[in-house]
């Protein structure tokens, strides 16, 4: 006979500590098997990378896109990417929320963040190999495989010189 999970009114097979998958998956989220944190009729969905959505008319948008088409009035371009200046990603108010012309422009806006944060000067960037900041004058940059980095003269030397032997 298989056991069933021991939360009232649920008759799945157990998975670990007396619960079936559901309740133990909830168990080691919240703490408790009980808890469901299930947002309200209409109040949308979290997607894949934490970013809130919802599906208007059977097409599913993120909310940061929905908002600024609204503002701007019409849909936006392909390529055209929506930047959270506080790096919040459920955080949708409007002047939170930068419009980027392509995806190169979003990273350069995370690299300077970045840069800020570790050094305190957005003109640096980071050394793919030694991992330390400098300015771009200082910094060469070198293909890998599919990978684009930038790296002091030096340490692409030290790169080369290792991976020789």
């Given at each position: ?108 806006l ?7 944060k ?26 890998w ?21």
């Open positions: 006979m298989k056991k069933q999970c021991s939360v009232a009114g649920c008759n799945q097979k157990v998975l670990a500590r007396g619960w079936c998958s559901k309740h133990w998956q909830r168990w080691s989220r919240y703490g408790d098997p009980s808890i469901t944190k299930k947002a309200a009729n209409g109040a949308g969905h979290t997607r894949g990378k934490g970013y809130r959505g919802h599906q208007i008319q059977g097409i599913a948008k993120f909310d940061h896109v929905r908002i600024i088409e609204e503002i701007l009035k019409h849909p936006l371009p392909v390529g055209v990417v929506v930047h959270h200046v506080n790096e919040i990603k459920t955080d949708n108010r409007n002047s939170n929320l930068v419009v980027c012309p392509d995806r190169a422009y979003h990273n350069l995370h690299a300077r963040m970045n840069a800020i570790a050094c305190g000067d957005p003109n640096k960037r980071k050394c793919g190999y030694c991992h330390e900041y400098d300015f771009v004058e200082n910094l060469r940059v070198y293909v495989k599919t990978k684009t980095s930038s790296v002091h003269k030096e340490c692409a030397r030290i790169y080369q010189r290792n991976k020789r032997r």
